[in-house]
């Protein structure tokens, strides 16, 4: 028995003696030591060459998990409950996926999977329902968190539920299709898809129970030629019996029209009557003139943002679609599969779901049925606790909540020349640029030093133990396939000499020098960092001198590939087997959506987008980094890190809606108007919004901060403040002045109650905002509040100069003294960026005391309801101020004995103190909208030019 055998035996069966002893008050390594100890002296033939402290690391990060409930928003009109425990007895499919999943996850990560595939699953309709039915879901995900397993998952509980037909539509390209393929032979069929073998291979599951008489059967291979065909229609005649079929398949016009058709000609039951096909509908699709009535379908769509949204805008009269539409032709076919079903259920899973929600969710049409808008649910998958994603990395929390992102980013600017148009790899380039450099091999320095740190990422996670598993260094830095031959070249070059002058040992001092020189720099510099960040791991490094000599022996095993549709190169981690695979991986499209790298340690990333979609699914060191998060490293550009961050907050923000709808019972549709009022502007393709040249905004209930400050505008922003300031002295008194009390004074504050809003928007035309805050424009902001003053809503402001309450002070007004904040940033050319402003207590001031007191409730509420969710035991904190969103809730829509005041709005004005010198004290401000029920917007103007320019994909 191999010694990863051995370890995954240990650690197995002490979380199982860990769940049964009913003694244990809490989970200590001392505790877990005292298991490791007892489960060897019962098999002391374990013990033989094992690691023990490495099985106790690995013990004590599993149990530092800690994983929140999902949430979900769902319409079950016309759906009957069905899943319960007596319908799951004998479950086979989903118990030996979930054996397999304990030897590598935490239990109370498969917990959370084991629940999460169950509330997914209840949602959908019972496979043994009689009648004609349809179900349309989407699942959205972190990126890189985990969204395989789960539907992986699924998959397993469906089957064992009785859904015969499964099919996966796995991406566009043949390498992710593969990719999805291996994995569902360990997690789902248990046996390898090997055309070349006579006799199936047992892996994943099928060496947890091997019975035959369960396999799944599978039309599609592992294989990069694997995917459903014509040749494959031809041998393949299937009807109703125990076991399930499995499809993997591209999204692909050949694929699916291939696959379509073999369902209307081979599975297809009952003729139906739909027409021939819509206008303009290409003759080579095939049409849907018969139902499958005995075979229950389930369709997982995975990256269902891509590929499968219908870009064309169906027209509408009278609330009626119209039926000549003709959607686009990925799309059409998927829902052609779907309509040739009488029973089907479809489930989409992505971790950028905008253009599934942009989905018009009343579009249908004769031959392809309903448009695949999530109708039936949307279900948002939590991450454990060790998931980095965006928010860990690139955080765009400032000094008030006293929060970092992990400095694990390095931001490059030696791969263009200044203007942007020359050097290595300007931004803008075309398919016949020769990326061209005279020091470093024909390499920028930044590039040169990224490889080098993957180097001895991979030299330190052998010294670590994980030797035998798999480490991926992502170059990412153009879409042109030509371009990446010529860098794939250069640093294949660059690897192999670094490898011989190693192989000299000591001689070479140049080659040493540099790799000590980083090594001291920034792993040994950014140790300390590291400490306490994920439970359970210590992060330390070991000395220099093992490092170098593991180094030796490490850069033999790494293999540079070229990841794109012309080169043969692939990414088969299965087939790397114990060893592990070393691969810098050089693409572009293929690497941008979808494709794993397992183990990514560096990244090194040059391509832009303003999409928010678009660069999310571009960021594949998402993810988890058991015991090597300290090593890994993404060098990228300063645009890029203000990008992400930007997006960051916009994800968190639209999370945090999404709960909030959760808890009051809204349905998918509330959801979908919900994110076309968002004020993050590019969430998706222009042409998935079918939206061509404008969007819809309200900031009804939220908070808008300055974070892009424009530094060339400082002194007309202080002009409009001195104005605003003015207009707040002249206005009357409000009348219920005395009645709003202060959540905790500030020596330095100053504050006007029930001022009019022709301040207000006075003050936002006049201040400047810069045009990189695309989500805090100046003009736009003060069309929502004439608009919504015109409903009476409002009309009366908190104006708040505000400050620290202790420091050195400034005068910032004719008689405004405060004390200046301090807020960490960057300059960058004309802008200042932060990343919070707002001190959160700052906008709870201009409440009435009856307000207060509700909004305290609320927020206890709110705290007790998430913590029921994620079935946790109720907050014993006392609630003493109220949050932010519970505070605008009730400012705008009231509470039981507390009238609603829509028409109070609050500005926070702050004088910002940059951490970094300079001689004058910039502006900011903040608005807090209260919530509002009238649901009013203003919209958001930009030209096709503009759209292509700035905004399309690189």
């Given at each position: ?269 009952l003729p139906v009557d739909l027409g021939d096909g819509e206008a303009g509908d290409p003759r080579d699709l095939p049409l849907v003139r018969k139902r499958v009535t005995q075979l229950p379908l389930l369709i997982i769509d995975d990256e269902a943002d891509n590929g499968s949204v219908d870009t064309k805008e169906q027209l509408f009269v009278d609330g009626k679609p119209d039926e000549e539409h003709s959607p686009t032709t990925i799309n059409k076919l998927i829902r052609r599969i779907l309509n040739s079903f009488t029973r089907s259920a479809y489930v989409g899973y992505t971790a950028t779901p905008f253009a599934n929600i942009f989905i018009h969710e009343r579009g249908s049409t004769r031959q392809e049925g309903a448009d695949l808008f999530p109708s039936a649910f949307i279900h948002s998958l939590s991450a454990p606790s060790n998931y980095v994603g965006p928010s860990r990395i690139f955080s765009g929390k400032g ?195 979808g494709l794993t790298l397992e183990g990514l340690t560096t990244s090194y990333f040059l391509r832009a987008s303003k999409m928010y979609d678009t660069l999310m699914q571009m960021g594949r060191w998402f993810g988890y980094r058991p015991n090597y998060l300290d090593l890994t490293r993404i060098y990228t550009t300063h645009e890029l890190v203000e990008w992400f961050g930007h997006i960051a907050d916009a994800a968190s923000e639209l999370r945090e809606e999404f709960d909030e709808m ?293």
């Amino acid at each position: 028995m191999s010694e990863d055998l051995r370890q995954i035996k240990v650690i197995k069966v002490v979380q199982e003696l860990v769940a049964d002893d009913d003694a244990a008050t809490s989970i200590t390594p001392a505790l877990l030591a005292e298991k490791v100890d007892a489960v060897l002296r019962m098999n002391p033939r374990w013990r033989d060459g094992l690691n023990v402290q490495a099985v106790l690391d690995e013990l004590i990060r599993r149990f530092s998990v800690r994983l929140e409930r999902d949430t979900s928003l769902h319409d079950d009109d016309d759906h009957e409950n069905w899943l319960d425990g007596a319908r799951q007895q004998g479950w086979k499919y989903w118990q030996r996926y979930r054996e397999w999943l304990e030897r590598s996850l935490p239990w109370d990560v498969v917990d959370g999977l084991d629940r999460s595939t169950n509330d997914i699953l209840k949602r959908l309709e019972d496979p043994n329902r009689a009648g004609s039915w349809s179900r349309r879901g989407l699942v959205v995900g972190h990126v890189q968190s985990g969204k395989t397993g789960n539907f992986t998952g699924l998959i397993n509980k469906a089957a064992d539920a009785n859904y015969k037909i499964i099919i996966v539509l796995s991406g566009l390209h043949n390498n992710l299709r593969s990719q999805t393929q291996l994995r569902l032979e360990e997690g789902f069929l248990g046996y390898q898809t090997d055309t070349r073998q006579d006799l199936p291979k047992p892996i994943g599951v099928g060496l947890i129970d091997s019975d035959s008489s369960i396999a799944p059967n599978c039309a599609t291979t592992r294989a990069d030629s694997g995917d459903f065909s014509k040749v494959v229609a031809r041998r393949l005649a299937i009807a109703p019996e125990a076991r399930p079929w499995l499809f993997v398949v591209k999204k692909n016009k050949t694929v699916l029209s291939d696959l379509l058709r073999w369902i209307q000609t081979r599975v297809a039951d009952l003729p139906v009557d739909l027409g021939d096909g819509e206008a303009g509908d290409p003759r080579d699709l095939p049409l849907v003139r018969k139902r499958v009535t005995q075979l229950p379908l389930l369709i997982i769509d995975d990256e269902a943002d891509n590929g499968s949204v219908d870009t064309k805008e169906q027209l509408f009269v009278d609330g009626k679609p119209d039926e000549e539409h003709s959607p686009t032709t990925i799309n059409k076919l998927i829902r052609r599969i779907l309509n040739s079903f009488t029973r089907s259920a479809y489930v989409g899973y992505t971790a950028t779901p905008f253009a599934n929600i942009f989905i018009h969710e009343r579009g249908s049409t004769r031959q392809e049925g309903a448009d695949l808008f999530p109708s039936a649910f949307i279900h948002s998958l939590s991450a454990p606790s060790n998931y980095v994603g965006p928010s860990r990395i690139f955080s765009g929390k400032g000094a008030v909540e006293g929060r970092a992102g992990l400095p694990v980013v390095r931001t490059v600017d030696d791969y263009c020349s200044d203007d942007g148009r020359g050097g290595w790899m300007p931004p803008r380039h075309d398919a016949s640029h020769v990326p061209f450099i005279e020091e470093d091999g024909n390499l920028p320095k930044s590039l040169v030093e990224a490889i080098d740190s993957f180097l001895i990422a991979c030299a330190i996670r052998n010294i670590r133990g994980q030797r035998a598993k798999h480490a991926s260094m992502l170059v990412h830095v153009t879409r042109y396939t030509m371009v990446q031959n010529h860098l794939y070249t250069d640093i294949e070059t660059h690897v192999r000499r670094t490898r011989q002058r190693l192989a000299r040992g000591l001689a070479d001092e140049a080659t040493t020098r540099r790799l000590r020189t980083l090594w001291d720099a920034d792993f040994v510099a950014n140790e300390r960092a590291f400490q306490g960040v994920i439970d359970g791991e210590e992060c330390v490094l070991p000395s220099w001198e093992s490092v170098l000599a593991e180094l030796v022996v490490s850069i033999a095993d790494i293999d540079v590939k070229m990841i794109n549709g012309k080169a043969k190169d692939a990414l088969d981690y299965v087939e790397g087997g114990a060893k592990g695979l070393r691969v810098i991986a050089v693409g572009g499209d293929k690497l941008a959506r979808g494709l794993t790298l397992e183990g990514l340690t560096t990244s090194y990333f040059l391509r832009a987008s303003k999409m928010y979609d678009t660069l999310m699914q571009m960021g594949r060191w998402f993810g988890y980094r058991p015991n090597y998060l300290d090593l890994t490293r993404i060098y990228t550009t300063h645009e890029l890190v203000e990008w992400f961050g930007h997006i960051a907050d916009a994800a968190s923000e639209l999370r945090e809606e999404f709960d909030e709808m959760a808890l009051t019972g809204a349905k998918p549709r509330q959801f979908g108007l919900k994110v076309q009022s968002h004020d993050v502007l590019l969430v998706t393709s222009q042409v998935k919004m079918h939206s061509a040249r404008s969007l819809q905004i309200s900031f009804s209930g939220r908070v808008v901060q300055t974070v892009s400050l424009a530094s060339y505008a400082t002194q007309r922003n202080w002009d409009a403040v001195a104005r605003l300031v003015q207009a707040a002295r002249t206005s009357p008194m409000d009348a219920t002045a005395g009645n709003r009390i202060r959540p905790e004074p500030k020596s330095s504050i100053t504050i006007w109650e029930g001022i009019g809003y022709a301040a207000i928007t006075d003050f936002l035309v006049s201040f400047v905002t810069h045009p990189a805050a695309y989500r805090v424009n100046g003009p736009l902001l003060a069309e929502f509040v004439q608009l919504m003053a015109s409903h009476g809503e409002l009309t009366k402001w908190t104006v708040v100069i505000a400050g620290k309450g202790s420091g050195s002070t400034r005068e910032v007004a004719p008689g405004v003294i405060v004390s200046p904040v301090t807020r960490n940033g960057e300059v960058a050319g004309d802008r200042f960026s932060i990343g919070t402003l707002l001190d959160p207590k700052d906008e709870l001031y201009g409440m009435s005391e009856a307000q207060w007191d509700a909004a305290v409730v609320e927020t206890s509420r709110r705290a007790k309801e998430k913590a029921r969710k994620n079935g946790d035991a109720a907050p014993t904190t006392i609630v003493d101020a109220p949050s932010g969103p519970a505070a605008r809730y009730v400012r705008g829509m009231g509470s039981p004995g507390v009238r609603p005041e829509p028409e109070r709005g609050v500005i926070v004005i702050y004088a910002i103190e940059p951490v970094s010198p300079a001689d004058e004290l910039i502006p900011g401000f903040v608005l807090s909208f209260p919530d509002s029920g009238r649901g009013a917007r203003v919209e958001y103007k930009m030209n096709n030019v503009m759209w292509e320019t700035d905004y399309a994909t690189a």
